[in-house]
Every structure is written in structure tokens, then in C-alpha cells.
């Protein structure tokens, strides 16, 4: 399951991700919330929360995922994820080339440098 949450920055897409991910959420959640930011938005900083129940992604939703790296190819500067799952670490890091822009992954006890991470992306784009 995928909850929006407010972000810290406008620019920022704050995504908790718990229990077991849908086609469905990501066609009715997660596509329409990039396309709104977007609108705002030349590019867009996505923060993922790795929730402790999280327990997997359909293969629909790999599939949607995919096609979110297509379509929005160039729309992201920056990804987060936070996750204090060894697997899930390594299953991002192994995905990550499917995106043009840094994906990095950090723990639940790293939010402030994930945060200072994500902002980096700002100073670059200035």
C-alpha cells in the first residue's frame, strides 16, 4: 500500500510504502501525485518510506514502475528511500539504474542525512 504524505520541501513527493504494493496504488496514487507536483515543477525529489511491515510489490506494479521510469524519465533529480531492511537496500541498489538520477537508500535512524542528501540536489540545480 502506498500513503502520500506532506513533504518538507514542495518540491518533494514524500511516498510511505507499507504492507504489499498494488497496481492499483500506483495507478490511482503515485501517478497522479508526480503528474500534480509536476505541474508546479520542472523536476521533483521523491522520498520513499519503507514501512516495517512492508512486505513486497505485485508484478503489476514492478511493471507500473517501470513504465514511471519511461514516461518521467528526466522528471526526478534526487530519490530517498528509507528502509532499515537489508534486502530492500539491496533490491533498490539493483533497480536504481532504471532511473537517470541518484537513488540512494538510508535507514531509519538516517533522516537527517537523508535530508541533507535529497537537499543537495537543490544546491546543484542552482
Sequence with gaps: MLTIRP??????????????????????????????KLQDHASIRLWYEFSADFIGITVGALWDDA?????????????VMIADMQILGAMVNTLAFMLPCPVKVFGENERQLAKVWLDEAKVVEA
Design 7 to 36: 513533504s518538507y520541501a514542495d518540491d518533494v513527493l514524500t511516498i510511505v510504502v507499507s504492507g504489499q504494493v498494488t497496481h492499483e496504488d500506483i495507478e490511482t496514487l503515485l501517478f497522479p501525485a508526480i503528474e500534480a
Design 67 to 79: 513504465l514511471l521510469s519511461v514516461f518521467h524519465f528526466s522528471d526526478f533529480s534526487r530519490v
